[in-house]
């Protein structure tokens, strides 16, 4: 590899990448099984190697070996002096791996509040109605100082969103029950699919992306995927939010010699798959202005039908592998992918894609200029890092090896929404038990009232009946007596 481009294969000359137009993204596209995982694998070995950081989804485990020197097999060497590949050796990957469940790799997490309204409406499927609510819960957190960390953040604050639907109903509109119960039950089904890991603290510091070795290399960071791939709601946003991160992180960079970094998307049908308009208009735009960041994103995809053609148009440099034409959508496919390159008149580029062998590809990227280079069937080079998966305890030594390592893998619950809201909660109960107690005590004060003043007049009375017939009797004993008496028959009246 020269110190300006990338050793893609060789077709009747060499085909190289080259590292100033890398950040003009690509397309790496194939069916099962034509070497699209090689392909991303030695694109990402001579990026870690001019110094770029590289992030991949590794779907199927078998893109995890690149963190291993590879093995001297004969298909291997064979290949590397078919195509002149004179200097061709085995080295590993400086790798760093990271899991969203945290049980292959580095746990990667963000907070509901990082995440926002639109892209988590995306993860759970609501309707525009409880989008909208969604929207005033994040409204309401905003104003009120919640932070919003995890989904249990979320649910307290929609559950005291439900019960102030009354106040808030003339300042954000009419918030129904219903509609809160419909999110809560879909933040459920979020939570089974693994989003209690994904969503909390600490959050990952997307410049850990982009971290160098001391002798210069980039770190290829490698998602374990084969799992977070059975909720594609859930891998499809996470690949989304990590872009829009990327944008709002880095700042402008405009050409640089090479990109600050590079992503390759594997099953990138997911991205697109159902997309709401909104959020379609938002992949694309991102798509077309993180290019001036530096960044270079590539998608690994089965079919160029599977990408929009407003982000086809963004993809610049080209590994096209073989793909089938059985179907009226494959031949269609077919047809696409041709008609994207610049053709060769030395080959009918419709006829060739469905002729390509294992490890070949059509190959056109853009020149020093960002001119589309002609077409070339290319034979792909071989890596220089193992083929296949890795074991389990070689995997966890390079976790253990890594410069994040103790970084992440201990959760945080600092004071958040849900916190603050059973405070408040607590709070209004306290309240309620106070103005309860105080009726309470207001109503036996006038009982006690009613019988203080019953018992004074009976006081009196008996005072002023003992005083009068003392006086009749006209002697103390007299007086002692008709007390005793009149004691008695009132005793008896308050009796009856």
């Known amino acids: 590899m020269s110190d300006t481009s990338i050793f893609i294969g060789k077709s009747t000359k060499r085909e190289e990448l080259f590292l100033g137009m890398a950040n003009r993204h690509g397309l790496v596209t194939g069916a099962t099984g034509t070497g699209k995982t090689v392909t991303l694998q030695i694109m990402a070995e001579g990026f870690t190697n001019a110094g770029v950081p590289v992030f991949a989804a590794d779907v ?40 969203v469940f945290g049980e292959q790799g580095h746990p ?13 409406s995306r993860l759970m499927g609501l309707s525009d109605a ?23 953040d979320l649910r307290a604050l929609l559950m005291d969103l439900g019960e102030r639907g009354r106040e808030l109903m003339t300042e954000y509109g009419n918030v129904t029950a219903p509609t809160i119960g419909a999110i809560q039950r879909r933040l459920v089904v979020l939570e089974e699919q693994g989003g209690d890991k994904f969503f909390g603290e600490p959050a ?7 971290r160098t070795t001391v002798n210069g290399k980039g770190y290829m960071n490698v998602l374990a995927a084969d799992k977070l791939i059975n909720s594609p709601q859930l891998y499809a946003t996470f690949l989304l939010w ?58 690994v995809t089965q079919n160029p039908l599977d990408i929009p053609e407003s982000v086809l148009a963004q ?55 960002g001119v589309p280079t002609m077409v070339e069937r290319t034979m792909v080079r071989p890596p220089s890092s193992r ?63 009613k019988e203080a003043a019953k018992e004074t007049m009976t006081d009196r009375i008996m005072k002023n009946v003992a005083s009068s017939v003392g006086r009749q009797l006209g002697s103390s004993v007299g007086r002692s007596i008709s007390s005793a008496i009149v004691r008695g028959i009132l005793g008896g009246f308050t009796r009856r």
């Open 387 to 449: 083929l296949g998966t890795i074991t389990p305890e070689e995997r966890q030594k390079i976790v253990r090896n890594s410069p994040v390592y103790g970084s992440y893998e201990q959760t945080e619950d600092r004071e958040s929404a849900y916190e603050l809201l059973q405070k408040k909660v607590a709070a209004r109960e306290a309240a309620k038990q106070e103005a309860i107690a105080q009726k309470e005590a207001e109503k036996q004060a006038k009982i006690d009232a």
């Open 204 to 210: 990952l510091d997307i410049k850990d992306f982009m």
């Open 242 to 299: 990590m872009m829009s991160e990327l944008f709002e992180t880095m700042p402008e960079a405009g050409d640089p010699e090479k990109p600050k970094m590079v992503f390759f998307f594997d099953e990138a049908h997911l991205l697109f798959d159902e997309a709401p308009p909104g959020l379609l208009q938002k992949i694309e735009q991102t798509v077309k202005l993180i290019r001036s960041k530096g960044v270079g994103i590539y998608f």
């Open 108 to 120: 990667i997490r963000t907070t509901i509040t990082e995440m926002g309204p639109l892209m988590l």
């Open 60 to 99: 199927k485990g078998d893109l995890s070996g690149i963190c291993m020197e590879g093995e001297p097999k004969d298909f291997l060497i064979e290949r590397a002096k078919t195509i002149g590949f004179d200097d061709y050796g085995f080295e590993a990957t400086p790798t760093i791996f990271w899991d």
């Open 130 to 152: 409880q989008e909208g609510a969604l929207n005033i819960a994040f409204k309401i957190a905003d104003q009120e100082g919640l932070a919003l960390l995890d989904l249990k």
């Open 315 to 369: 993809m610049g440099n080209r590994v096209q592998h073989a793909l089938r034409a059985y179907t009226p959508r494959e031949q269609k496919a077919v047809q696409t992918a041709a008609s994207t390159f610049r053709p060769n008149p030395a080959f009918k580029t419709e006829e060739v894609i469905t002729q390509l062998g294992k490890g070949e590809a059509l190959v056109s990227v853009l020149d020093p200029k």
